[in-house]
């Protein structure tokens, strides 16, 4: 089963969850993130999980970058890693 990274981009959270360049490694639990943000980005961390890939820009990717739903305060990349 493939795992995902997922590396904080920008944050300007305002309750202190996620830090500019905090990364966790998902295999199969949630990591430390409100519940917002996980709720955004489960769909496509889920898609990669699975082995597909994603609209990136003009091509498809095993990578997401999302906004955190409030007011895009944190920035969260997603990306497949192989171990």
Same mark, same amino acid.
């Given at each position: 089963?493939?795992?995902?990274?997922?590396? &904080?981009?920008?944050?300007?959270?305002?309750?202190?969850?996620?830090?500019?360049?905090?990364?966790?490694? &998902?295999?199969?639990?949630c990591?430390?993130?409100?519940?917002?943000?996980?709720?955004?980005?489960?769909?496509?961390?889920?898609?990669?999980?699975?082995?597909?890939?994603?609209?990136?820009?003009?091509?498809?990717?095993?990578?997401?970058?999302?906004?955190?739903?409030?007011?895009?305060?944190?920035?969260?990349?997603?990306? &497949?890693?192989?171990?």
């Amino acid at each position: 089963m493939p795992k995902v990274k997922l590396t &904080v981009v920008e944050s300007r959270c305002r309750s202190g969850y996620c830090k500019k360049g905090d990364e966790f490694i &998902v295999g199969d639990l949630c990591p430390p993130l409100c519940h917002e943000l996980w709720n955004t980005i489960y769909p496509s961390l889920y898609v990669l999980l699975n082995g597909g890939d994603l609209d990136h820009g003009e091509t498809r990717a095993k990578l997401f970058e999302t906004r955190c739903p409030d007011e895009g305060r944190v920035v969260i990349r997603g990306e &497949v890693i192989e171990e």
